[in-house]
Every structure is written in structure tokens, then in C-alpha cells.
């Protein structure tokens, strides 16, 4: 077709027909029969088996194997039955416990020994290592609320010399988070266990230099202690043990039951003599001179005049730091119980009559205070 009317189109072309076409012949390969024929000879099949064989016995070795190590190391994780081994969680759990206490007696050493002395036995601060306070007063909660809060925690006390040592705390102290815990397990260490005193820095083991071992420590908590039934309680507020009129701790460390200072007897069997104020009357006229500087007794053997009254004019020359002397007799029994107080300060303590011998005389704040005491 045009577009003109008229005139003749394209010639319209189809598809050529082809001639059909035969495929080329082609010759067929083809194999002998023997190489079509498969036949194992008796040798091979005895081979054939004893190989199916070895790689069964294979196989169940391997899954022996690994049942056994399954089971061994399942027992690794969590222990063997009935106790027989620990886990390896708790095993590592107890390595770091104790890691932690040493590390935390070097922090003590560097910070907190100065006042509450090396080994808690108190100085400028309070006493750490009596029983009746680690049983119930010096637990984890309080120890790290005092560390992050400070002294005014426990007797509301703003100007409180206990400062703050939690970097959390406000103002930040010096310790982190990790290194209170660490003080905290080293206060909380039990008597039981011995712990290896380790260099600060390299963390090996401190070699003493006399004698070549290795120092040592143990922990202070007695784990079997228990307080009397009618114990008091130990107060909250470290200042209140020693304020006027209230019970002073005994010699072995724990508070009085009652609120009235313990009598026992005097040798011979007459009444103990008060270590508070001189009694009515006319005061005894020989005085005995005990000085406490430097948390110790600066003279150690004092004479003393037997089966008179007499004074002991006590010096407290260590500021802030509470002392008190007291006396017991050969079979330690305490015959003057007097009331501690900080210093700097001098107080008489009124002794009665004692018998010709030997006493000793020692601060009931600090156990490792003591001296001789020779009535004659």
C-alpha cells in the first residue's frame, strides 16, 4: 500500500520454504563388554570390609571422646557431684576474693591506717577490729556508706575528721568504686584465712628481710563469734562509747551488758577498787604519773605504794584520740575500769588499797597499750 491512491504497493514478501535435509550418518562408539562389566574380586571385598570396619571404630572413638569431654568439662564448670570438686566459677570467684583483700590491705595501709592504726586498733578513729562491731555494726552497707558519705553519716557531725573517699561521693574522694569494695573486703576479711602482704605497685609477694619469708596478715572477723544474750548493742555513732557516764568497752573487746561499768574483785577478796572519781572524803595524797603519747604508754613500769589509796594522774597527750587506763590483777581479772576521754587532757583516777605485787595497767581503747604497774 502508498499513500496515493492509484498506485501500486511493496511487494509483500513471505518466509522461503526449505527442503527438508537428513542428518549427516554418524558411527556409534562403543565399548567392549568388558569394560561394561564391574566384578570384585574376593581380596578386594575382604579389604572393602576390614576398611568399613576401622571407620566405624573411628567414628565411635571420636563420639567417646567427645561424651567424655562434654562430661569432664561440664563437671570443670559447675564441679563434680557431692563436692567432690569446686567450679571453676567459684574457684576463680575465692582467687579474687582473696586478690581483693590484699589489694584492699594496701589501700588501708596507704589511707586509713594513720588514724585507725595498722591494725584497726584505732587512734584518731574508732576502733575496727573489735568483734561486737564487725558482727553487727561494721557490715558492708555501712562501711560503704561512711566511705562515700563520710563521717557525718555516722554521727551527723559536719566537721567530722572522717572525709570522703568515693569518687562518687560529694566533694569526689581519691578511691574509686573498685578500690572501696577492696577495703571493704580487707575489714570484712575473716581471722581464719592468712592473706599475702604484696608490693603496691608489682603486686609480688613482700619478702621480709630478716628472715626471707613471705609477710603474711590475717583477716580480722572472728566467724564464730556470737555476742552474750544481753549484750548492748554497739552504737552507731563511734563518739557515744566514749562520752561521759557510758559504758567503756571491756579488755576482750566487747561492750559491758548493762550500762554500769563491770566490778570483780580486788585481791584478797575485798571489793574493787572504782577507777572513776575519788570518793567523798579527803583525797588520797600519793599520785602515780601515767603518760599515753603516740597511741602507747611513754613509762611502762610504774611503782605504786600497797594497801593505801592513791591518785593516778593520767596524761592524755594524743589529740582527739581517746585513751583510759585501766588495771587487772594476776588472774586478770579488772580492778579499776576507768572512762576514756580524748586528749590532750589530765584526769585523776582514784585507786583504792591494793596488796603487795604485780598489776598490769592498759588502755581498754587500744588493747596493745599496756605497762606494769608494781605495788610495794
Same mark, same amino acid.
Given at each position: 500500500?502508498?499513500?496515493?491512491? *492509484?498506485?501500486?504497493?511493496?511487494?509483500?514478501?513471505?518466509?522461503?520454504?526449505?527442503?527438508?535435509?537428513?542428518?549427516?550418518?554418524? %558411527?556409534?562408539?562403543?565399548?567392549?563388554? *568388558?569394560?561394561?562389566? !564391574?566384578?570384585?574380586?574376593?581380596?578386594?571385598?575382604?579389604?572393602?570390609?576390614?576398611?568399613?570396619?576401622?571407620?566405624?571404630?573411628?567414628?565411635?572413638?571420636?563420639?567417646?571422646?567427645?561424651?567424655? !569431654?562434654?562430661?569432664?568439662?561440664?563437671?570443670?564448670?559447675?564441679?563434680?557431684?557431692?563436692?567432690?570438686?569446686?567450679?571453676?566459677?567459684?574457684?576463680?570467684? %575465692?582467687?579474687?576474693?582473696?586478690?581483693?583483700?590484699?589489694?584492699?590491705? +594496701?589501700?588501708?595501709?596507704?589511707?586509713?591506717?594513720?588514724?585507725?592504726?595498722?591494725?584497726?586498733?584505732?587512734?584518731?578513729?574508732?576502733?575496727?577490729?573489735?568483734?561486737?562491731?564487725?558482727?553487727?555494726?561494721?557490715?558492708?552497707?555501712?562501711?560503704? +556508706?561512711?566511705?562515700?558519705?563520710?563521717?557525718?553519716?555516722?554521727?551527723?557531725?559536719?566537721?567530722?575528721?572522717? #572525709?570522703?573517699?568515693?569518687?562518687?561521693?560529694?566533694?569526689?574522694? =581519691?578511691?574509686?568504686? &573498685?578500690?572501696?569494695?577492696?577495703? &571493704?573486703?580487707?575489714?570484712?576479711?575473716?581471722?581464719?584465712?592468712?592473706?599475702?602482704?604484696?608490693?603496691? %605497685?608489682?603486686?609480688?609477694?613482700?619478702?621480709?628481710?630478716?628472715?626471707?619469708?613471705?609477710?603474711?596478715?590475717?583477716?580480722?572477723?572472728?566467724?564464730?563469734?556470737?555476742?552474750?544474750?544481753?549484750?548492748?548493742?554497739?552504737?552507731?555513732?563511734?563518739?557515744?562509747?566514749?562520752?561521759?557516764?557510758?559504758?567503756? #568497752?571491756?579488755?576482750?573487746?566487747?561492750?559491758?551488758?548493762?550500762?554500769?561499768?563491770?566490778?570483780?574483785?580486788?585481791?584478797? *577478796?575485798?571489793?574493787?577498787?572504782?577507777?572513776?572519781?575519788?570518793?567523798?572524803?579527803? #583525797?588520797?595524797?600519793?599520785?602515780? %604519773?601515767?603518760?599515753?603519747?603516740?597511741?602507747?604508754?611513754?613509762?611502762?613500769?610504774?611503782?605504786?605504794?600497797?594497801?593505801?589509796?592513791?591518785?593516778?594522774? !593520767?596524761?592524755?597527750?594524743?589529740?582527739?584520740? =581517746?585513751?583510759?587506763?585501766?588495771?587487772?590483777?594476776?588472774?586478770?581479772?579488772?580492778?579499776?575500769?576507768?572512762?576514756?576521754?580524748?586528749?590532750?587532757?589530765?584526769?585523776?583516777?582514784?585507786?583504792?588499797?591494793?596488796?603487795?605485787?604485780?598489776?598490769? !595497767?592498759?588502755?581498754?581503747?587500744?588493747?596493745?597499750?599496756?605497762?606494769?604497774?608494781?605495788?610495794?
Amino acid at each position: 500500500m502508498t499513500d496515493q491512491p *492509484g498506485q501500486p504497493g511493496p511487494e509483500e514478501r513471505l518466509p522461503a520454504p526449505r527442503p527438508e535435509t537428513q542428518p549427516a550418518p554418524v %558411527e556409534r562408539f562403543t565399548s567392549p563388554p *568388558g569394560t561394561r562389566k !564391574f566384578e570384585l574380586t574376593p581380596e578386594r571385598a575382604a579389604q572393602i570390609v576390614r576398611q568399613s570396619s576401622n571407620a566405624r571404630w573411628v567414628s565411635f572413638l571420636a563420639v567417646v571422646i567427645v561424651v567424655l !569431654f562434654v562430661a569432664l568439662y561440664w563437671f570443670y564448670e559447675l564441679g563434680g557431684p557431692l563436692g567432690v570438686t569446686t567450679s571453676r566459677l567459684e574457684t576463680e570467684r %575465692e582467687a579474687q576474693q582473696v586478690l581483693s583483700v590484699e589489694r584492699g590491705y +594496701n589501700i588501708y595501709e596507704a589511707n586509713c591506717a594513720r588514724c585507725h592504726g595498722v591494725d584497726g586498733e584505732g587512734g584518731i578513729g574508732p576502733v575496727l577490729n573489735r568483734q561486737d562491731k564487725l558482727f553487727q555494726h561494721l557490715n558492708e552497707s555501712y562501711l560503704h +556508706n561512711i566511705l562515700t558519705v563520710g563521717g557525718r553519716y555516722a554521727c551527723g557531725n559536719a566537721d567530722s575528721q572522717m #572525709p570522703i573517699w568515693s569518687n562518687e561521693g560529694d566533694p569526689p574522694g =581519691p578511691l574509686n568504686y &573498685i578500690q572501696i569494695e577492696e577495703v &571493704i573486703a580487707f575489714i570484712r576479711a575473716e581471722n581464719t584465712q592468712t592473706f599475702t602482704k604484696r608490693d603496691p %605497685e608489682l603486686m609480688e609477694p613482700r619478702i621480709d628481710p630478716v628472715t626471707g619469708e613471705v609477710e603474711t596478715f590475717t583477716g580480722w572477723v572472728d566467724p564464730n563469734y556470737e555476742p552474750e544474750a544481753n549484750a548492748t548493742p554497739f552504737p552507731a555513732c563511734w563518739a557515744d562509747e566514749f562520752a561521759e557516764g557510758s559504758p567503756a #568497752p571491756s579488755e576482750s573487746g566487747e561492750p559491758p551488758a548493762s550500762g554500769e561499768p563491770p566490778a570483780s574483785a580486788a585481791p584478797g *577478796g575485798s571489793p574493787g577498787p572504782s577507777g572513776s572519781a575519788a570518793p567523798s572524803g579527803a #583525797p588520797s595524797t600519793e599520785s602515780v %604519773e601515767i603518760v599515753a603519747s603516740g597511741i602507747q604508754f611513754t613509762t611502762t613500769d610504774v611503782l605504786a605504794p600497797a594497801n593505801v589509796d592513791f591518785t593516778i594522774s !593520767f596524761d592524755n597527750q594524743d589529740a582527739n584520740v =581517746p585513751h583510759d587506763v585501766d588495771i587487772r590483777d594476776a588472774s586478770n581479772a579488772v580492778i579499776v575500769d576507768s572512762q576514756p576521754f580524748p586528749g590532750p587532757e589530765v584526769r585523776e583516777v582514784q585507786v583504792g588499797a591494793l596488796a603487795p605485787g604485780t598489776y598490769t !595497767f592498759f588502755c581498754s581503747v587500744h588493747p596493745n597499750m599496756t605497762g606494769t604497774l608494781t605495788a610495794q
